[in-house]
């Protein structure tokens, strides 16, 4: 079992950054791969990007590739998204979840209460 928490979200301007955390308990958070979804007013849940157990590897959906940037810290049972030159598009609720590494979501079997990013052009 694996509860998570983010934190970090946030109102920021057009071309702003911001750095979203979620903070695991349980166990075993460093076997699983962690990901990080979106979801906008009247729209799906959209992956954003996810990263391997160990860190190594990263893969991020094309509408936020070369902005956003995942890392993650086991040893603080942390992972963390970094965003820069945001848009206003990036506007929604910001969730992170542990499973596998994998943009498909239902592959998440545990899910944080989420985090609101608002981006004022």
């Known amino acids: 079992q694996v509860q998570l928490v983010e934190s970090g979200g946030g109102l920021v301007q057009a071309g702003g950054s911001l750095r979203l955390s979620c903070a695991a308990s349980?166990?075993?958070?460093?076997?699983?791969?962690m990901g990080w979804f979106r979801r906008a007013p009247g729209k799906e849940r959209e992956f954003v990007g996810t990263?391997?157990?160990?860190?190594?590897?990263?893969y991020y959906a094309d509408s936020v590739k070369g902005r956003f940037t995942i890392s993650r810290d086991n040893a603080k049972n942390t992972v963390y998204l970094q965003m820069n030159s945001l848009k206003p598009e990036d506007t929604a609720v910001y969730y992170c979840?542990?499973?596998?590494?994998?943009?498909?979501?239902?592959?998440?079997?545990?899910w944080g209460q989420g985090t609101q990013v608002t981006v004022s052009s």
């Open positions: 979840a542990a499973g596998a590494y994998t943009f498909v979501a239902a592959e998440y079997g545990y």
């Open positions: 990263i391997t157990w160990s860190g190594a590897n990263t």
């Open positions: 349980g166990r075993d958070f460093s076997s699983y791969a």
